[in-house]
């Protein structure tokens, strides 16, 4: 009943751990993306894990511990369902490695990223039942995956600081756009963290632990990390540099593909943009000069606190080469860096320079 299989053209990174994108037309075919093509990113094996064994423990800095059974969880509180959108913090990568070589990062184009339906309870109320003591600073998570990508070999974890614990769209979630969570999505719970990298939405979460510090886990202390362009992140200590958190302002082209031919005359662009934290998308500009001269796409979704919108515009290009550029602006004001180069880091993560593409009009 869980399993769905991934489509064909999904485009396969690494078959162990599994790494794959959606193919770009598929996101931009729909607001929510079906789960056949929805991105997996994988540190580690797939967990065989039972649902009836399957227990979430509650500890560290709270009044009272907790020992549930997904059957406890969804008895004893509400269920909430919201729309976001999941992205790596390594989506786009690609467009960095370009600038300068990135040894060991799986080289993703713009589609490590999607949006879903996600069911399931709101951390918040789980957190209110445990008690958050005054110390409790930071809410860790711990999945049962171990990851020998980590040193030392450990399972995957991450943190998010109190106030987004308690925020209310934190979802401790086991369906995905109305279907049971899958084994490689995170079965039989996973954290969603909207408007966070999809570092922090933990899979096959089996502890929550309220802390006075950030987690100390490799993929919080010492991996999704923004680090200096000097640093080599196999010297850098565990805590160097800035835990990457909420998701700057960015946009993907998903058509027409770079490099293609089009026909001369009208040729519509379509692409998605994202603003992460709180902030959500105001404005897509679209040029088909490289930048030199604007024109505001039409916004396909409707404003969603969570969610991406996807946007599309039509250009009538004549015979010749164009490149088509795309800057999405977010609610604060805030719009996207012209070149990668400006944004280069040592892992390869938040790439939010503008996209380009560059077409052959015939
Ligand atoms: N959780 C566990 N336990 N193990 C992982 O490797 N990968 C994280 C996050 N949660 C990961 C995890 C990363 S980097 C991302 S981008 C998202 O899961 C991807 O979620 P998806 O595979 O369901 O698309």
Known sequence: VTAVAKRQDMVVHQRDPLNAESPPEVLGAAMQTPLDAFYMRNHGPVPKLDAS?????????????????????????????????????GNRRAGLIAVRDIPGEVPWRGGATGTASWRGVALRDVLAVAGLGSEAKYVAFLGADVSEEADPPQPFGASIPRHKAMAGEVLLAWQMNGRPLTPLHGAPLRVV??????????????EITA???????????SAYRLLTPELDPDLAPPGSGVALGAIAVNADILSPADGSTVAAGPVEIIGYAFAGGDRHIVRVDVSDDGGARWRQAELIDPPAPWAWRRWRVTFTLPRGRHQIVARAWDSAAATQPERAEHVWNPKGYANNAWPRVNVDAV
């Open 193 to 206: 963290v909207p408007g966070y990298i999809g570092a922090r939405s933990v899979k096959w979460v089996t």
């Open 211 to 221: 802390r006075a510090e950030p987690s100390e886990n490799y993929f919080q202390a």
């Open 53 to 89: 064994t399957w227990r979430l423990r509650v500890g560290g800095d709270v009044d009272c511990e907790l020992e549930l059974s997904l059957d406890k969880l969804q008895e004893r509180f509400p269920p909430r369902e919201l729309t976001a959108t999941l992205q790596c913090a």
